[in-house]
């Protein structure tokens, strides 16, 4: 199936605004256990997801049948659908716009002998199993992925946007005496080339030993660092709840905030999709360019995330975030997100703060979040910061906090930004008086 | 379907490289949804699905691949690449296919998608009225229905072919309330392998509807859950939730047969858990959301006892980590579809009814938390250390359930909890869920009867319990 049979054989049913989008990937991954490549998987497949606007209702169906066949019995169930279908004012994007242009795509990454990395996951195992006797358990992985997306609209607009990656993890186990302790390093990027594994070995021993031989503290409120990784993690939930479709069907906690302190002066969020990074993206699912924006500027919320939908309803311009959920385009935020970096280094940082708990680990952000009002209690993991320094790890502590009250409460924000595997990029946040519980 | 020549065909070459066993999957999914939010269809959605995987072991190693391009072609090209992974010589050929016939376990009456659209469309309707009419704090209903159907038919190098189909179909029932700036939502998702008689004569859905809206405006006065260590009631159904997460992945072979799991062979037959505690994982049981008439490598599925009073009994096995543990696949083999190579999975798991009335257990409970429903949660098999959110709780206090907390976590390891639990009551129910782990998303079911654990780290920001 192409896009132009299926609006042409929209058209004779008098259907004329219609879309189109092609998700074609391909994958392998392997992994090794105790000395042995004990698994390899490879793939390629495509999916169709094609939507109609009839009387005004939007329509969506996916397929992987990609056979021309298969057209004449999709736009029989579109029809059908939206008899059924009560929501009307869908849109499709007309205005002829320019894309910004990157080749994100490394042409060399699958070039790279399958068996060079494969050696290098063994090499790995080998180097982790020598690194410290108390490693019990290693498990190596290596996944390599292509994918590549189709636009088309009946308007004429037609974009397409391809990336690849890799990526090397390892899980590792570690016992001393009656302590079990568990250990997940990842490496991601598309340039092979960049992989280092004396680095790769390294920071995974470090950070495998450091959890042994944790200690509980007392419970009460806590000043509290969050490393980047779980700063980022935060950013990603509550830049969710900028979803303008949300705010109009009540269900955001940034109902009526526009153009308000919504955070901590020192918070500036912004989105950069068309920095030329692996996370480039140039168009939204709707066909509208994406663009480099901010999201809060110094606690003051500048905007919601749009589709066109929601942006015809708010009287503004699409913003681009647009997203395929489910049956329907939904809002989704895009990758190359940030939280604006502060003044100090990660040391002058903690030297600042002094004492309080480092958190590095949030345990099912995901599902132990209230989404409606931000409300969280989670299993983390962390360290002490005593005298500035990173001492010793935490065991069994829950963390009680809101996510809006967090980026409310930030006191400081570190100059270290990390690069994140959900891309976003991340500092240090501090806040006082957060509950830790043990 | 594929037909038997091309099986046999990429099966034996598949073998011809020194793979010992080699298996040919194939899937056609159709699934439908409608999503009926604040009083009107806002979504119809649909999507087939059609691929084949393809999977070769040889002793502890696996390779699998897949394709939505069916065509035999595509095919050889697929295995002839995945049997590069091998390079001995043949060791043997694929067996003459017997056909296997499935017995069915679920009724196929009355099927969702049967149901005219506007049938659907009428409950769900019916349900948001129900839910608004409860309070005037609602303010947003979302019901919507899930449904899918599959038929699979699995080739294998032992001659073996069979073919099956299965449906799952989904209510979602959420209400969402507001006063002020306090935001609070509530759900349930009853789901059935059955038919549509489920939903209309089997569960009450006004009562269902009427809970969730009674929950979702309670809510709204909950106060912050104190924290620390505390005995802890867990309620009936969505409980059992614990058990899978805490307990139940550390069962699989996946885990134990590369020694990441708590419950490592050496410890069958011993002692894991309290004396109350007799645990299944049922694949078999009528309608329920997590049977099948077989698993994903086209065994029968099992009632599988894996712990009696207390006793580890047994784990799930599938084919491929069998092997390592030199244990026979006992129908436990799942996948979310074609893309996702098969491995051990739960199914039905829950801890099976005691003694105790539910009265009895909330009675003989001075100060603790009730844990009436469970949120979400993670798990780390190899240490067992879980942690899951209270989506409904409330504290106890002298035998009584008094007042609603929120933001309530339960903290600590499997073992700990399964040797903790001092009362298990006599209410066994059973709830629906999607779990994740790697061969995907796979629908399955959680149960227990009321059961309390003697102590349990409670996480909250609500100080300490007085």
Same mark, same amino acid.
């Given at each position: ?41 490879? $793939? ?95 498990? @190596? ?41 568990? $250990? ?30 944790? @200690? ?193 409460? @930030? ?5 270290? @930004? ?21 | ?9 990429? %099966? ?52 699998? &691949? ?52 506007? #049938? ?38 032992? &001659? ?26 509530? %759900? ?78 050496? *410890? ?58 030199? *244990? ?40 603790? %938390?009730?844990?009436? *429903? ?25 035998? #009584? ?57 409670? &996480?909250?920001? &609500?100080?300490?319990?007085?």
């Amino acid at each position: 199936m192409n896009a132009k049979t299926f609006f042409l054989k929209l058209k004779k049913k008098k259907i004329n605004d219609a879309e189109y989008r092609c998700i074609t990937s391909s994958a392998f991954s392997l992994e090794v256990f105790k000395g042995e490549l004990n698994n390899y998987t490879t $793939h390629t497949t495509s999916l169709i997801t094609v939507d109609a606007i009839i009387d005004g209702k939007l329509v969506m169906s996916t397929t992987e049948n990609l056979s021309n066949e298969s057209i004449d019995k999709l736009i029989e169930d579109l029809i059908e659908t939206s008899k059924y279908t009560h929501k009307k004012g869908a849109l499709i994007y007309k205005k002829k716009s320019k894309y910004e242009q990157y080749e994100h795509f490394n042409n060399k990454l699958g070039t790279y002998p399958i068996k060079k990395k494969i050696d290098t996951i063994f090499e790995i195992e080998k180097r982790l199993k020598k690194a410290d006797k108390r490693f019990t358990e290693i498990q @190596v992985g290596y996944d390599e992925k292509e994918v590549s997306h189709e636009y088309q609209n009946t308007s004429g607009i037609k974009t397409t946007n391809k990336y690849n990656y890799y990526v090397f993890s390892a899980e590792i186990v570690i016992k001393e005496n009656d302590e079990t302790k568990v $250990h997940n390093e990842m490496f991601i990027n598309n340039d092979f080339a960049k992989f280092n594994i004396d680095e790769f070995v390294k920071e995974a021993t470090k950070h495998a030993l450091k959890k042994l031989h944790p @200690v509980q503290l007392k419970s009460k409120k806590y000043n509290v660092i969050f490393a980047p990784e779980v700063t980022a993690e935060l950013l990603s939930s509550y830049v969710s709840q900028l979803n303008a479709e949300l705010v109009l069907k009540n269900s955001s906690w940034f109902k009526n905030k526009l153009n308000k302190n919504v955070a901590s002066p020192l918070v500036t969020i912004f989105e950069s999709p068309l920095k030329h990074t692996i996370d480039f993206v140039n168009s939204d699912d709707q066909g509208v360019p994406t663009q480099n924006i901010d999201l809060i500027k110094n606690g003051k919320l500048k905007t919601y995330l749009h589709n066109l939908e929601t942006a015809k309803a708010f009287k503004v311009q699409s913003n681009g975030h647009a997203s395929l959920t489910g049956s329907k385009i939904g809002i989704g935020a895009h990758a190359a997100l940030f939280l604006k970096p502060g003044k100090l280094r990660r040391r002058d940082f903690f030297n600042k703060i002094k004492n309080g708990i480092y958190i590095n680990h949030l345990e099912g952000l995901h599902a132990g979040m209230n989404a409606q009002n931000g409300n969280f209690s989670l299993k983390c993991e962390g360290m002490i910061l005593e005298n500035g320094k990173i001492t010793k790890p935490l065991d069994m502590m829950t963390i009680s906090d809101n996510l809006f009250n967090i980026f409310k409460n @930030v006191k400081d924000i570190s100059k270290n @930004v990390e690069y994140i595997k959900s891309d976003v990029f991340a500092p240090c946040i501090y806040l006082n008086n957060v509950s830790i519980s043990f | 379907m594929i037909n038997k020549q091309l099986a046999k065909l990429i %099966l034996n070459e598949g073998l011809s490289t020194g793979a010992d066993f080699s298996e040919l999957y194939f899937e056609e999914t159709y699934t439908h949804s409608i999503n009926f939010d604040n009083g009107i269809v806002e979504s119809i959605g649909s999507n087939n699905s059609t691929g084949v995987g393809i999977r070769l072991l040889k002793n502890n190693r696996s390779v699998y &691949g897949y394709t939505n391009e069916i065509d035999k072609e595509n095919l050889l090209k697929l295995v002839k690449k995945l049997r590069s992974a091998f390079s001995s010589k043949r060791k043997i050929k694929c067996k003459d296919f017997k056909d296997k016939k499935v017995t069915n376990i679920n009724e196929n009456d009355e099927s969702y998608f049967l149901t005219p659209i506007n #049938k659907r469309i009428e409950i769900l309707d019916k349900l948001t009225k129900i839910i608004k009419k409860e309070s005037k704090l609602i303010n947003r209903t979302v019901c919507a229905f899930a449904g899918d159907k599959k038929s699979i038919e699995i080739f294998n190098s032992e &001659g073996l072919h069979i073919k099956d189909k299965k449906e799952h179909t989904r209510l979602i029932i959420q209400a969402f309330s507001v006063k002020g700036d306090k935001h609070e939502m509530a %759900l349930n998702v009853p789901g059935t392998t059955g038919s549509m008689n489920y939903f209309t004569k089997k569960i009450n859905l006004e009562k269902i509807a009427k809970d969730v809206a009674k929950d979702a405006v309670e809510a709204l006065n909950a106060k912050d859950c104190p924290s620390g260590k505390m005995p802890v009631v867990i309620g009936n159904g969505v409980g059992g939730v614990l058990f899978h997460e805490a307990c139940g992945h550390s069962l699989e072979a996946c885990a134990v047969s590369k020694n990441l799991s708590t419950f490592t062979p050496n *410890r069958l037959n011993t002692k894991i858990a309290s004396s109350l505690v007799t645990a299944y994982d049922d694949g078999t049981i009528k309608g329920r959301w997590g049977t099948n008439n077989i698993d994903d490598e086209g065994n029968k599925t099992t009632r599988n006892c894996l712990i009696k009073n207390g006793i580890l009994k047994n784990y799930m096995v599938d084919r491929f980590y069998g092997r390592r543990m030199k *244990r026979d696949a006992n129908g436990s083999c799942r996948r979310q579809s074609y893309k996702f190579e098969p491995t051990t999975r739960m199914s039905n798991t829950y801890i099976d009814n005691g003694k105790s009335t539910p009265e009895e257990i909330i009675k003989s409970t001075k100060l603790g %938390l009730y844990a009436k *429903r469970l949120g979400g949660g993670s798990v780390n098999p190899i240490t067992g250390q879980f942690e899951f959110s209270c989506s409904t709780a409330y504290i106890i206090r002298n035998g #009584k359930i008094c007042e609603r907390v929120k933001g309530a976590t339960l903290i600590g390891t499997g073992e700990e909890i399964l040797k903790n639990i001092d009362m298990v009551g006599n209410d066994l129910d059973m709830d629906t869920g999607y779990c994740g782990s790697a061969s995907g998303w796979v629908p399955v079911a959680t149960g227990q009867p009321t059961l309390r654990v003697k102590e349990i780290t409670v &996480g909250g920001s &609500g100080g300490k319990i007085q």
